[in-house]
């Protein structure tokens, strides 16, 4: 699994009246595919402040001092507003904390959710269309440099093959997906209907089974209901026959329709037992012989002759094809990166010096981005974020250099000029009631670390690769891409219509848990509770079907049993989409259930990092502790130890560890210098000087050495 | 606390408190009984909507109530109408039924007994209108009534001690003191022995006025002048809160979240309560500062022997600081236990399903836990017998029919 998102050493800080905030000081952090990450920390411990950072939409008086957010070969921090238009709520979505202001008010809410549906689909098809032709394209090429322009013909004839086949099998699957959602919501609704009839509460039956009658035909499928159209087509006459015949106050004709539903629902059920053709295989197949019925045969025998069909005639050449490019390109790529590890010995000699002018160092930026952009393996389906941005970043570091180089001594004799006229004018004893703004100077060492540090950033990852290039699996890789490729021509024809959308967003409204969905979808935000609202900002969030979802404290001003429903829910998406999420919240109850790894924030630095059974079962730093025994759990009878005080001043963070003053275990140099990261097992780290080897060993407080025994022993550990 | 020196502050007698938006009755609190006894702290959960701030409100008399009573030490300080209304009204439906009913067998007695029916129903509706009356009466002069109990208490204590002294001068002295504390107790109202902590620290705090003005605002309105007592009162809760002398001169939003909500918290102690109402005060607060919040009234609690209704949806804190807990669903009162026993025994289906959602900071268990879902129209068959609130086992009572009292019992062997 490959990273899909990292951070690598952001800061960023805010410009305000008094002086500039260090919101986020140095923070470094990365989630792959499927996993999530939780930041746990006060209010003001800048834990919000990163999330907007990864979304660009930081507040205007904010500065980025330095770092990197790496996302899909980009440098989210660098590119331009049209880019990040792109990603933003389509690949990374985020639910807000507040759900009024991000609720439009004076729009139904069914079409605040259908809306991204709507216009996502129609840019995707468009852009998934053009992704699918380039990947192909580009395996084409590849392909032809191994084997010689002689097979072009036969290689682009292969390649059209897979583009067609590849499309009808998506259409044929699409319209498989619809009747069997439709035959499975028809199920639940007269599972429904029956269990209320059986109760002789009161239901309005008559629309229930015009509902059912006109559902009914949709079920219809040539793969899903072969052999059961005759049937389908009876009920659905015996449907609309005791729809124009119920009575009310008839128990007979009560218990005729429960009959006759309780015989559809076991129909129903019987028809979505079958198992599942697969499409890829019957596309080539109907492709290659456009006049089969294909229904001729129950799906296990079709699936089997389809395969061996599809094998023989075309996959087998087609895998060991396209793993020959994947491999070629791969190689080339290794060969690159060889050269550019020649040529960085010497950039690093000329950037270690101190000694360089412009032009030279932007000449040799450009011989080396050259070099780095040859490596990028467009075959390969991970990107590798590292090579894409390198050029711009190096770039960019150079720019900050020369600018600081340009700009220290203007504001050096710019606060000289001003605190002299202040001395004057305080001398001539007047009263001054405005303050020298300090001089804003960039230590020029600090910059070039900053450029050394890309370049070895590269080099080691380079080794890296350049070492394991023996062991990458090709095959597996190949299979990848055809996943891929698979993936994108299903959204090529997933047609999005309106209808399709106002079902598919109530379907999403049921899921968050938002009752009576069809009412309420043509509703307005006002009309809604609190929890209500908050749920259908998830259920815009998930709309777009996002690769990344930001949660920034969701469901603080939820109750129990509906944060915990919209846990489960993100959970379970998570699961089904493989999203990733980084969830935000100063309630480390919350996320035991849901997070991954665990980073506890505290005055714009993570604290400490690891594993959610790390951070519950051995938590090292003190301010975790504070944080785990300053809530009560069912067993708690003790008095809380709450946490004294209150967060520092980030206009002035403190020169030694942050929470030293609030910290009862502080030792001397917590107040005096920075503790670096001790690690306590590779996949856990904490900064605080309590892990260094001569530090006094310190316990964590009672309550928390209690619940730890207490859980392990629920746990059975 | 012992069982038989259980001092009953407040009760609640089947409150009721309906909304009416358009044609629509929206039935907020639905017939909610309990008691809440001297000192302890009585918590109210739920989900949101589910009425638990309304009925909070309710006792504070900040809505007029529906129906039901509401008694604080002893004297009633709200009461609804709507159930005596209900009362004539039916009682008028039932009588003209039967009265037509003797009309059309038109026995030879049907007229003595039509005069009878008669005098039946003026009697119902004579003592409902009474009942009215009375509640009228009560919600609008509850507060004169203390005052005026309050002010013969003053009499005879200073009839009292002016007739056990002799010196004039003391004597002169004695009648201004008692002139001023009766001018006091005129103004004092038993509902402000009841006090209010609202859940949003910033909302609730007025943004012009400064910490001492918000402070000593209740002091002010019930006639205190005395401009050095107030700043020794305010400087007195500021420290008793957690704060210092020099905050009293600032504003709301020089103060961080915790501190806000402590400057909310000696508004109303420094009424000197006998009850506190704490509707949500931590859930807008950070986990470190919930945990200072939680410390502080517990303490008010211990040095002032407060009692507090506490209401949250916070379980974990809900259990860790009540003594009993009501759980509330759509207006009613579903479970009522001491909060040990509803955690170890929930019985109510909607009980069982809140307890099973609580977060715990654990993961091993999180990630086995199986939340139970809670349909309350699948739960229960309510359509022959009907529920009420009964007591299953001593102390614990639940929200049930016959046929669930009888299942409940049997489960814990009671």
């Not at chain 2, 009375?134 to 309050?150: G, I, P, Q, T, V």
Request: charge should be neutral; include cysteine.
């Amino acid at each position: 699994m490959g990273k899909i998102l990292e951070v690598n050493n952001l800061k960023i800080s805010f410009r305000t009246q008094g002086g500039t905030v260090k919101a986020v000081r140095d923070i470094s952090f990365d989630i792959e595919k499927g996993e999530t990450l939780a930041i746990v920390g006060e209010s003001g411990s800048g834990k919000s402040v990163t999330t907007k950072a990864i979304l660009g939409i930081l507040a205007g008086n904010s500065i980025v001092e330095g770092g990197e957010i790496l996302f899909d070969g980009k440098d989210l921090l660098k590119i331009d507003e049209e880019e990040m238009h792109k990603i933003r709520g389509d690949k990374i979505a985020m639910i807000f904390q507040d759900p009024l202001s991000s609720l439009n008010p004076i729009v139904k809410i069914g079409k605040q959710i259908t809306e991204a549906m709507l216009l996502k689909n129609k840019a995707s098809r468009r852009i998934s269309r053009k992704e699918f032709n380039a990947m192909l394209a580009c395996l084409k090429k590849n392909l032809i440099e191994v084997h010689g322009s002689a097979a072009s013909a036969e290689i682009s004839e292969k390649i059209k093959t897979f583009d067609k086949f590849n499309i009808v099998a998506i259409k044929y699957e699409t319209a498989y997906n619809d009747a069997h959602d439709k035959a499975q919501e028809l199920i639940a609704d007269i599972g429904e209907m029956l269990s209320y009839m059986e109760r002789h509460q009161k239901i309005n039956v008559k629309e229930k089974l015009g509902d059912i009658a006109k559902k009914l035909p949709r079920v219809t499928n040539k793969f899903l209901s072969a052999g059961y159209d005759d049937k389908l087509a009876a009920y659905a006459t015996t449907v609309a026959s005791l729809k124009s015949s119920y009575d009310e106050k008839s128990e007979e004709s009560a218990a005729k329709v429960m009959a006759a539903l309780a015989e559809l629902k076991a129909t129903l059920e019987e028809i979505l037992s079958a198992s599942r053709p697969d499409f890829f295989r019957i596309g080539y197949y109907s492709m290659m012989n456009p006049s089969a019925t294909l229904v001729d045969m129950s799906i296990d025998e079709l699936n089997e002759m389809t395969l061996k069909f599809l094998d023989e005639n075309f996959m087998k050449d087609f895998i060991s094809l396209e793993t020959s490019a994947i491999k070629h390109s791969a190689e080339r790529s290794i060969a690159a990166k060889k050269k550019v590890l020649e040529a960085i010995p010497e950039a690093r000699t000329y950037f270690g010096t101190k000694k360089f002018d412009k032009k030279g160092a932007k000449a040799q930026a450009k011989k080396l981005s050259a070099l780095v952009s040859n490596c990028i393996d467009k075959l390969d389906i991970v990107k590798d974020s590292a090579t894409y941005t390198f050029g711009s970043a190096l770039n960019n570091a150079i720019d900050k250099y020369f600018l600081a180089v340009k700009n220290n001594p203007k504001e050096e004799a710019r606060f000289k000029k001003q605190s002299a006229k202040r001395e004057k004018l305080v001398k001539r004893g007047k009263t001054v009631d405005w303050k020298v703004v300090p001089a804003v100077v960039y230590d020029l060492d600090d910059l070039t670390d900053n450029i050394l540090k890309i370049i070895n950033n590269i080099a080691t990852k380079y080794e890296n690769d350049v070492a394991n290039a023996e062991n990458v699996d090709f095959s597996a890789r190949a299979i990848a891409f055809i996943d891929s490729l698979k993936e994108k021509a299903s959204l090529v024809v997933y047609k999005l219509t309106k209808r399709m959308a106002k079902e598919k967003a109530i379907k999403l409204m049921d899921e968050v848990g938002i009752p009576d969905s069809r009412i309420r979808y043509n509703q307005y935000p006002f009309e809604f509770s609190g929890g209500m609202r908050q749920r259908i900002v998830i259920a815009i969030a998930l709309s777009a079907n996002p690769d990344i979802l930001i949660c920034d404290e969701p469901t603080t001003a939820l109750d129990v049993t509906i944060q915990a429903q919209i846990l489960e829910l993100i959970n379970n998406l998570k699961k089904e989409r493989n999203l990733s999420v980084i969830f935000i919240t100063h309630d480390l109850g919350v996320v035991a259930n849901i997070a991954d790894k665990i980073a506890v924030m505290y005055a714009g630095k993570i604290v400490e990092y690891g594993t959610a059974d790390d951070i519950f079962y051995d938590p090292r730093h003190p301010y975790t502790w504070a944080l785990l025994s300053s809530m009560p759990d069912l067993d708690t009878e003790e008095k809380l130890e709450a946490i004294p005080g209150t967060p520092p001043n980030m206009i002035y963070p403190p020169v030694g560890d942050a929470f030293a003053a609030r910290n009862k275990y502080a030792l001397k140099i917590d107040f005096e210098q920075q503790p670096p990261q001790f690690d306590v097992t590779p996949s856990h780290w904490a900064a605080t000087w309590l892990l260094h080897p001569e530090a006094p060993k310190v316990e964590p407080p009672q309550i928390i050495k209690e619940r730890i025994e207490r859980m392990k022993k629920r746990g059975g550990m | 606390m012992a069982e038989q020196n259980r001092e009953v502050l407040l009760r609640v007698e089947n409150l009721c408190q309906y909304f009416k938006s358009g044609k629509y009755v929206n039935k907020a609190v639905n017939n909610v009984s309990f008691d809440i006894y001297k000192g302890e702290v009585f918590g109210l959960v739920g989900e949101s909507g589910c009425g638990k701030t309304t009925t909070g409100r309710s006792i504070i008399k900040i809505y007029d109530i529906t129906s039901g009573n509401v008694y604080f030490k002893g004297q009633r300080v709200a009461a609804g109408t709507l159930s005596y209304k209900e009362a004539i009204k039916s009682a008028r439906k039932r009588i003209a039924a039967e009265i037509k009913e003797l009309e059309a067998k038109n026995e030879p007695d049907c007229k003595e007994k039509v005069a009878e029916k008669k005098a039946e129903l003026a009697k119902i509706v004579a003592e409902n209108k009474a009942a009215i009356a009375s509640a009228h009466h009560d919600n609008k002069y509850s507060d004169r009534d203390y005052a005026r109990s309050l002010v013969a208490q003053l009499k005879k204590d200073y009839d009292a001690k002016i007739a056990a002294t002799k010196d004039p001068m003391k004597i002169a002295e004695l009648k201004k003191q008692y002139k001023n504390d009766v001018r006091i107790a005129k103004k004092t109202k038993l509902i402000t022995k009841i006090q209010m902590i609202f859940q949003d620290p910033i909302a609730s705090l007025n943004p012009r006025m400064t910490v001492k003005e918000i402070i000593s605002e209740g002091l002010v309105i019930n006639g205190i002048k005395d401009k050095k007592y107030l700043e020794e009162k305010v400087y007195e809760i500021l420290e008793l809160v957690g704060l210092v002398r020099e905050h009293a001169g600032r504003y709301p939003h020089e103060f961080s979240g915790g501190q806000r909500q402590r400057i909310g918290i000696a508004r109303s102690v420094i009424m000197r309560p006998d009850m506190i109402i704490a509707d949500e005060p931590i859930s807008a607060l950070d986990v470190s500062i919930q945990a200072q919040v939680i410390n502080l009234l517990n303490e008010l609690r211990e040095n002032l022997g407060l009692t507090i209704l506490f209401i949250a949806h916070d379980l974990s804190v809900v259990k860790y600081f009540s003594d009993r807990i009501g759980v509330m669903y759509f207006g009613n009162m579903v479970e009522l236990a001491d909060s040990n026993e509803l955690f170890a025994h929930p019985m109510h289906p909607y009980t069982r399903s809140l307890l099973s959602a609580i977060p715990q900071p654990d993961p091993h268990t999180e990630k086995q836990r199986q939340r139970i879902t809670y349909n309350a129209a699948l739960a229960h068959d309510y359509s022959v017998d009907k529920p009420s609130l009964r007591e299953v086992c001593p102390g614990h009572f639940v929200y049930c029919n016959d046929a669930e009292e009888k299942a409940y019992k049997e489960e814990f062997g009671v």
